[in-house]
């Protein structure tokens, strides 16, 4: 995302949580020859719902005079066999926003394998 004005990351957090659950939201100062203003990099857990957010979000008004630019990032490095794994607040946050459970335990309650 190009941000033409301040580094609003609350709003944009507010806007794009609309399509799906976000990973991260990052905002940055544009690089000095690209002029005043800022970029963002907002993560999806879902490349579906990063989707559906570039085709509704691309040069429109969100929360500022001037349209903002979406456009879908790629991986430029794809590095096969190292993909890192979730650590375990991240996957009750997907399991929360998709369960709709708030109070995920990680007690193991009774082992049933031992008992065979």
């Not at 999806?44 to 500022?64: E, I, P, T, V, W």
């Not at 349209?67 to 066999?81: A, D, F, M, N, S």
């Given at each position: 995302?190009?941000l ?23 905002v ?12 963002a990099?907002i993560?999806f ?7 559906r ?7 429109k ?7 903002v630019?979406?456009?879908?990032g790629?991986r430029?490095?794809v ?20 369960f709709?459970f708030n109070g995920?335990?990680?007690r ?5 394998y031992h008992?065979?």
């Amino acid at each position: 995302v190009h941000l033409p004005g301040g580094p609003p990351q609350h709003s944009l957090f507010t806007v794009f949580s609309q399509f799906g659950l976000l990973y991260s939201v990052r905002v940055f100062p544009n690089a000095a020859v690209a002029g005043p203003g800022f970029y963002a990099v907002i993560k999806f857990y879902s490349a579906k719902d990063a989707h559906r957010a570039q085709k509704a979000c691309d040069q429109k008004q969100l929360f500022q005079k001037s349209p903002v630019k979406v456009r879908l990032g790629t991986r430029h490095k794809v590095v096969q066999h190292q993909a890192l794994p979730l650590n375990s607040s991240r996957c009750q946050e997907l399991a929360n926003y998709y369960f709709g459970f708030n109070g995920w335990s990680k007690r193991i309650l009774e082992d049933h394998y031992h008992s065979l």
